[in-house]
């Protein structure tokens, strides 16, 4: 990395996306800053964002002028582009497909299902609008599903997702399962709380990613510690 100028990463630590590359930049001591764009103020939508990213969406790495966005393709490129434990993005063929298999799935899966339960539980309560609870109810039982393939497909027995050392794909799926917020009912929420194999592998993941992991969701934590303040999260 010697010669390289510090990455810049645009980033909204309310997204878990973003804490995911913020926690492989720290744990893998990437030079780097941060840009912070608050989507809830719509700085993702100004002129200048738009250039970066037509797509208005976070996060974006930019690199020696070269720019990049979706979480999944920076992940990659840091992982290739940088001297990183191999262990994170495997160079031998079939251990790197366990890892984009993974991750090509995450997206319409784990992450679209959790941050369903978002949607119902805290987003439309605190826009006035109250849950519909079939709808409620489908959104659980597909994140039920989702969480029996995580666990029976990917995990099986091994320590994690793609075998005996972290990777990319525990990075991502982590993000999306640390319980962040309140539900409507101003109770925190844990979706892995009946499922003592995934809290294991989500207790291993914290552990191997140490400090970084905490640095990355100070901003979560803070919310979360005003929503249990006030018994709501509205």
Same mark, same amino acid.
């Given at each position: 990395m010697a010669g390289r100028q510090a990455?810049?990463?645009?980033?909204?630590?309310?997204?878990? %996306?973003?804490?995911?590359?913020?926690?492989? @930049?720290?744990?893998?001591? &990437?030079p780097h800053t941060v840009e912070n764009i608050a989507i809830r103020k719509g700085q993702h939508k100004t002129p200048a964002f738009t250039k970066l990213n037509p797509m208005q969406k976070l996060p974006v790495l930019e690199d020696n002028g070269f720019v990049l966005t979706e979480s999944d393709a920076i992940l990659k490129y840091l992982a290739t582009a940088y001297n990183v434990p191999d262990h994170w993005y495997p160079k031998l063929p079939e251990k790197r497909a366990r890892v984009?298999?993974?991750? %090509? !799935?995450?997206?319409?899966?784990?992450? &679209?299902?959790? #941050? #369903?339960?978002?949607?119902? $539980?805290?987003?439309? *309560?605190?826009? +006035?609008?109250p849950t519909n609870p079939e709808n409620f109810e489908k959104v659980l039982a597909d994140l039920d599903g989702t969480l029996d393939k995580l666990e029976n497909m990917f995990l099986k027995n091994? *320590?994690?997702?793609? +075998?005996?050392?972290? #990777?990319? %794909?525990? @990075?991502? %799926?982590?993000? $999306?399962?640390?319980?962040?917020?309140? #539900?409507?009912?101003? @109770?925190?929420?844990? &979706?892995?709380?009946?499922? *003592?194999?995934?809290?294991? !592998?989500?207790?291993r993941v914290q552990s191997a990613l140490s400090d970084s992991f905490d640095e990355a969701h100070s901003v979560v934590y803070q919310i979360r510690e005003k929503f249990t303040a006030k018994l709501s999260p509205c």
């Open positions: 990455v810049k990463a645009y980033l909204d630590l309310v997204s878990q %996306a973003c804490r995911a590359m913020l926690i492989f @930049l720290k744990h893998n001591k &990437i984009d298999e993974y991750t %090509a !799935w995450n997206h319409t899966n784990t992450h &679209i299902n959790t #941050s #369903s339960i978002f949607l119902h $539980e805290v987003l439309l *309560p605190c826009m +006035g609008q091994q *320590p994690f997702l793609c +075998g005996d050392d972290i #990777s990319l %794909a525990d @990075l991502l %799926a982590v993000c $999306e399962l640390i319980p962040t917020c309140l #539900s409507s009912h101003g @109770l925190e929420m844990d &979706i892995l709380k009946d499922r *003592p194999k995934l809290l294991s !592998w989500r207790n």
